[in-house]
Each structure stands twice: as structure tokens, then as C-alpha cells.
């Protein structure tokens, strides 16, 4: 039962990003507000499947600290926090420094106040975003040990 719903969790959140994706290649016009918005759109849908997947990892962490999973090693958890640190410090970076460059060059092209705007908040975000979700993890290290 525990893989059915795994895999179920996994099939879901890979479908809304997916259709979110398709969404927003298939929305590509001239009119900015719509771009904004399907991009809102595809940001909530990947922080979404982002929450289930570190919200599971985190019961799993509080579960293993509190001796519930009597079957799992320690080593191997901590391992997995550890790969799930190098995998954020890899990708959430990544994705805000290609909108903070996007949002630069349309400031470049059609010199929007409202992009500048953006730009900077892009970059400061990645930095927050990364900064929290790895001081998460290391809590979530410092639960199992």
C-alpha cells in the first residue's frame, strides 16, 4: 500500500507540472499578463509537488526520530537528506537565475519598470528559497541523529 501511494504522489505531481509546462508553451502570445500568469501557474504546480515531496520526507525524519521505523537505518536517511540538499542547491538556484535573466532581458528589449522589479526579486528569491530549504533538511539531519 505504502509504494501505491509513492507512486501515486509521484504520477500526480509529474502530471500537473507536465500539463502546467504544456500550458505554458501553448500559451506563448505577445500579452505579457498571460505570460505572468501561466508562469504563476507553473511555479505554484512545482512548489506544490516540492511540499508533498519534502513534507513526506520530513514524517518520515520526525517517524524515524521518534523510533517508529525500527527497520531503517540511520546512515542510509541521513544519505538521502544529503542527496535531497545537493539536488536544491543544484536546481532552485538554477530556476530563479533563468527567470531573474529573463525578466533582464525583456527590461532590455521593452524597458518595463515592472521587470526590473521582478528581476530583483527573482534573484533575491533564489537566494532565500535555497538559504530555507537547506536549513530545513539540516533540521531534518539533525532529527535523525
Not at 43 to 50: D, E, H, N, P
Not at 82 to 100: D, E, G, M, N
Amino acid at each position: 500500500m505504502y509504494y501505491v501511494i509513492i507512486v501515486a504522489e509521484i504520477i500526480i505531481g509529474l502530471a500537473i507540472i507536465i500539463s502546467g509546462i504544456g500550458w505554458v508553451v501553448g500559451d506563448q502570445t505577445n500579452n505579457v499578463e498571460r505570460k505572468r500568469k501561466s508562469g504563476l501557474a507553473f511555479l505554484i504546480s512545482v512548489s506544490l509537488f516540492y511540499i508533498f515531496r519534502f513534507g513526506s520526507i520530513a514524517v518520515l525524519a520526525l517517524l524515524f526520530s521518534k523510533g517508529s521505523l525500527p527497520g531503517m537505518e540511520e546512515k542510509s536517511l541521513v544519505y538521502l537528506l544529503r542527496i535531497l540538499q545537493v539536488l536544491i542547491l543544484a536546481l532552485v538556484p538554477t530556476f530563479s537565475i533563468i527567470q531573474h535573466y529573463i525578466y533582464r532581458y525583456q527590461y532590455l528589449i521593452i524597458e518595463r519598470e515592472e521587470s526590473r522589479q521582478r528581476q530583483r526579486l527573482y534573484f533575491y528569491v533564489a537566494f532565500a528559497m535555497t538559504a530555507g530549504i537547506v536549513g530545513l533538511l539540516e533540521i531534518m539531519i539533525g532529527l535523525v541523529k
